[in-house]
């Protein structure tokens, strides 16, 4: 009686569990590797909205550009109100300007940014490129741009006080982010006051709290602020800070507050922006209502930069080693435990180094045949 051949070795039934675990390694390593490059295209995609871009802000090189586009009267600049965490709004607001096609800079009146993070000043960067790129716009530091010690500000946006004359007029960007122009602060008013007025026609003061001088005797201690636009005979002092929009009349001088008013739930803004109109015999400026909601823009910037890009930074590379190591320890496993051709042609899984498998008797060679007739 013919004994049951041996189809399989002890390491045959092993062998399609380690395939399928090579097969999920290699998947695995695969995927990390799609996903680190995934990764390093996003910090590449925003590398270059990184300090000292200059493509913002109080920077020499921006004030010189919003001076030559300014040229001489009549032109227009605009007043912009806060933006926070709303950068729909500030896209809003560049979309019209950029649409209306006249408007030679913009001064936004502080609070640039909810947070004092590379990250926030960043997305406004990127919203600046994507909407109306080469636009001066020129930055009051608020509270929040600040809070952190203000180290971001000067990276991205530049110094905290700007001036510059255009079309015969003095622009001056002044920092009263902590509360009263004091100090340094008020010195920059007043120095800059005394050498370009003699020169110029008309003289425009932006900060981002309102001045007390607006809210009359009694308000605070910035009489020094208040005796030097009186002196100086400043037409206009813009700042934001505060909700709505109202002209204040003090001793000449038309103070306009700009402040961000929300509409609903917040995804629309109010009185966000001003126009200013210099002419040759007079100053107008013009109220107008943008409405304001994120896009998939914002939306996309917001979550790249800020939440993506720190993640992708900190684990790009070790995510690509790691899958590198997973894949080639996926193949390895596959190339150990692969199936090869026997040499009859029949399939032969190579398990454990040295097993082999043969079909016929036990003792027998594969290519031995019986012999007919002879008894065993």
């Keep these: 009686m013919t004994p049951p051949s041996d189809a399989s070795t002890p390491g045959d039934g092993a062998t399609p569990r380690h395939r399928a675990a090579g097969t999920a390694l290699v998947l695995a390593g695969a995927v990390g590797l799609l996903l680190a490059g995934a990764g ?3 910090i590449r995609r925003f590398e270059g909205v990184a300090s000292g871009a200059r493509d913002l802000g109080n920077f020499r090189a921006r004030l010189d550009v919003a001076a030559s586009r300014a040229g001489s009267p009549p032109f227009r600049f605009a007043v912009l109100g806060d933006v926070r965490r709303r950068v729909g709004s500030l896209a809003a607001d560049l979309s019209y300007l950029r649409d209306r096609g006249d408007v030679a800079f913009a001064v936004q009146t502080g609070d640039l940014v909810a947070e ?3 990250e926030r000043y960043q997305v406004v960067l990127s919203t600046l490129r994507r909407v109306l790129p080469g636009f001066p716009l020129l930055v009051a530091p608020g509270a929040h741009d600040v809070a952190r010690g203000g180290d971001s500000f000067p990276l991205y946006v530049g110094p905290r006080e ?4 255009a079309g015969s007029c003095l622009f001056l960007v002044a920092d009263n982010s902590a509360g009263n122009l004091e100090g340094e602060r008020l010195a920059f008013v007043r120095e800059n006051l005394r050498r370009y007025r003699p ?3 008309r003289v425009f003061v932006f900060l981002h709290r309102l001045p007390a001088a607006a809210a009359g005797p009694g308000a605070g201690d910035d009489g020094e602020l208040a005796r030097l636009l009186q002196q100086y005979r400043v037409d206009r002092v813009f700042c934001g800070g505060e909700d709505g929009f109202r002209v204040t009349e003090r001793h000449g001088t038309s103070i306009v507050s700009n402040g961000i008013r929300a509409v609903g739930d917040g995804a629309a803004a109010e009185g966000s922006l001003v126009e200013v109109e210099v002419a040759p015999d007079g100053v107008g400026i013009d109220r107008v209502t943008v409405a304001a909601g994120p896009t998939f823009g914002e939306i996309f910037d917001e979550v790249a930069i800020v939440h993506l890009r720190p993640l992708a930074a900190e684990w790009c590379g070790r995510v690509a080693w ?3 190591v997973v894949l ?3 193949l390895a496993l596959r190339f150990r435990f692969d ?4 040499p009859d042609g029949r399939g032969r899984h190579r398990g454990a180094r040295g097993a082999s498998t043969s079909h016929g008797r036990p003792g027998r060679r594969a290519g031995d045949l019986p012999v007919a007739g002879r008894e065993g």
């Design 328 to 330: 080639l320890a996926g």
């Design 339 to 342: 199936e090869r051709p026997g």
């Design 199 to 201: 020169e110029v026609r």
């Design 40 to 42: 390093a295209v996003l």
């Design 162 to 165: 700007a001036a510059f004359v």
């Design 116 to 118: 004092d993070t590379p």
């Design 322 to 324: 790691i899958s590198v």
